[in-house]
């Protein structure tokens, strides 16, 4: 069930909305694992090299890194339920992940090896279209979120944020929001308590 659920959102990505193939749903089940992860685990540790893309069918996750200079974690990201987890960067150059990737909850997750995809791109030009559709996904996000934190102000970041993921601050720590955010964890707070407007 769980592995439908990925290839039907595979199969709502492609631009003529084809219905993934027999022979290549066969290859993509042999390689895809199910696997549940307790909160707080690490997805990947910062020194890693990613062998793996991740699908959430339940759980969300958080991306940071720990800055030595002043002993905190940076938050870079969030994914959340129907998100694919790639940390793009080091899916396209192979090199070590620099960030770590955490379960902010009990979490059911699909795997797939990276090495198990390239051959697929050869054997399925469809499958190729999906995987580059799938890392557009992500770099749009990524481009997305950077363009609001130089171009909205705070209120307006947070506002976003929750529009879009109500369910985040009963998921993830003020502070590490505050950080994705660009703001102080106290005018955060203020922001959802309404004493700012």
């Known amino acids: 069930m769980e592995v439908a659920q990925l290839l039907s959102s595979l199969a709502l990505l492609h631009p003529q909305r084809k ?3 027999a022979a290549l749903e066969a290859d993509l089940r042999s390689i895809i694992k199910k696997r549940r992860y307790k909160k707080k685990q690490l997805l990947l540790h910062e020194d890693q090299v990613p062998e793996q893309v991740w699908y959430i069918i339940k759980g969300t996750t958080r991306m940071y890194y720990y800055e030595s200079e002043t002993a905190r974690e940076i938050t870079t990201w969030f994914w959340h339920e129907g998100d694919f987890i790639i940390p793009l960067r080091e899916f396209i150059t192979g090199h070590e992940h620099g960030e770590n990737i955490e379960l902010l909850e009990d979490s059911l997750l699909l795997s797939i090896p990276i090495k198990e995809l390239w051959p697929l791109c050869k054997k399925y030009p469809d499958y190729q279209i999906l995987q580059s559709i799938v890392l557009d996904i992500n770099k749009a996000r990524a481009y997305t979120h950077l363009c609001r934190l130089l171009s909205l102000n705070s209120k307006q970041r947070y506002e976003k944020l929750v529009e879009e993921h109500k369910d985040i601050f009963s ?23 309404g004493r700012l407007r």
């Open 19 to 21: 219905p993934i193939s």
């Open 171 to 193: 998921k993830a720590f003020v502070k590490d929001i505050a950080c994705f955010l660009n703001v102080h964890p106290t005018y955060l707070s203020a922001l959802r308590t």
